[in-house]
């Protein structure tokens, strides 16, 4: 059996049926992200884990046992959420070492251990500060480290870089990242951000009301998203209904829709020679992103998004006639 396995879980608010039929495997050491928009029941996947919610019926194992029925302080998993939730009246290190206190643990081992915990989030010289004067990062890292020292059997990161600044967050990411593999501590990471769990995780469940829509690897749910959904939510894909395309390219796909990612669209000012399906069109729009462009351009008809790597002498301006090429292997068809 998985390290963590649900099995079967249905959830109900009063009549709100939040979680539907869910069996998922998680391994061990794994950083795995439960992906997808508000509200579609990533959180109290979660919390069914944690036992801060009691679930309506199925069973979750940790760790070989069924902990469906444990009280929540049993179970051994420590939780960071969005919101700092550092005790204020106390240090770094006593709130670190709060956990580890309640355990009744000898004054010296946790001395010990909570320095051992603040050098791994890179926090040893905020020993005895106090939270509110540290950043929202580091009051984050401070909740990791009091979530790790009592080291627990899955670590529960619900939204955590939600409420902090780009910049900081990207680095925050890398770093939980780091912390995780380095403990191999199994992580179950809650985030809404596709870019945050292409980059956090080894595997990404992608929610949708309450079932999991797909599961795969962050490249794997890239590139070869299995439905409409999962396109529409991962990697800013073009989705066009066959039909419109078929018109304005001359191509015979018969299947509902058809999804492609904007960086695999060429544009050019003269006609292309590649074996590519090519259309000619207009530029609509032009948005610089950092090292790409993003062009919107009307192909014959249709709206199409193409991300070009940003070069200053092949920028193509507003009402602009190009040529737009796609190669045909990168069309995925999709119900
Ligand atoms: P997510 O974390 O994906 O944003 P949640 O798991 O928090 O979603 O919520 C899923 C659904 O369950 C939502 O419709 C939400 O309103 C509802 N919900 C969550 N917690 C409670 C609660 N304690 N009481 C009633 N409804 C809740
Ligand atoms: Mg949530």
């Known amino acids: 059996m998985a390290y963590i396995h649900f099995e079967h879980i249905n959830k109900y608010f009063g009549t709100n049926h939040v979680l539907k039929d869910i069996t998922l495997d998680i391994e061990q050491g794994e950083l795995v992200t439960f992906l997808g928009p508000s509200g579609c029941g990533k959180s109290t996947l979660l919390r069914c884990l944690s036992g801060l919610e009691e679930v309506t019926s199925g069973k979750i194992f940790l760790d070989g046992k069924d902990v469906t029925e444990v009280s929540p302080r049993k179970r051994g998993c420590g939780m960071v959420f969005q919101q700092y939730s550092l005790f204020p009246n106390m240090t770094v290190a ?33 020993y005895d500060q106090y939270p509110r004067s540290l950043s929202g990062g580091q009051q984050q890292r401070v909740a990791l480290a009091r979530a790790l020292v009592v080291e627990p059997k899955v670590l529960l990161l619900d939204e955590p870089l939600s409420a902090i600044d780009a910049l900081l967050r990207k680095n925050l990411q890398i770093e939980i990242r780091r912390i995780q593999r380095d ?74 829709c058809l999804a492609f990612r904007p960086e695999i669209i060429g544009i050019s000012r003269t006609e292309p020679e590649e074996e590519a399906i090519v259309i000619k069109g ?54």
């Open 94 to 126: 006593q709130n670190v070492a709060f956990g580890l206190k309640m355990q009744k643990m000898p004054k010296a081992q946790i001395e010990t251990k909570v320095r051992e915990m603040l050098d791994v989030v890179g926090l040893s010289e905020k």
């Open 183 to 256: 403990l191999g501590i199994t992580t179950l990471f809650v985030t809404h951000d596709q870019d945050e769990a292409m980059v956090m995780s080894d595997k990404i469940h992608l929610f949708n009301m309450g079932t999991i829509e797909q599961s795969a690897s962050p490249v794997d749910m890239y590139t070869k998203p299995a439905s409409k959904y999962a396109a529409s939510f991962i990697g800013h894909y073009n989705i066009l209904q066959a039909d419109a395309f078929n018109k304005a390219a001359g191509t015979e796909y018969s299947s509902g």
């Open 282 to 335: 207009t530029v609509r729009n032009q948005i610089p992103h950092g090292n790409i462009v993003r062009y919107t351009i009307d192909a014959n008809g249709v709206e199409l998004d193409a991300d070009i790597l940003f070069e200053a002498s092949s920028i193509f301006e507003i009402g602009e006639q190009v040529y737009v090429s796609i190669k045909d292997g990168n069309i995925l068809e999709l119900e």
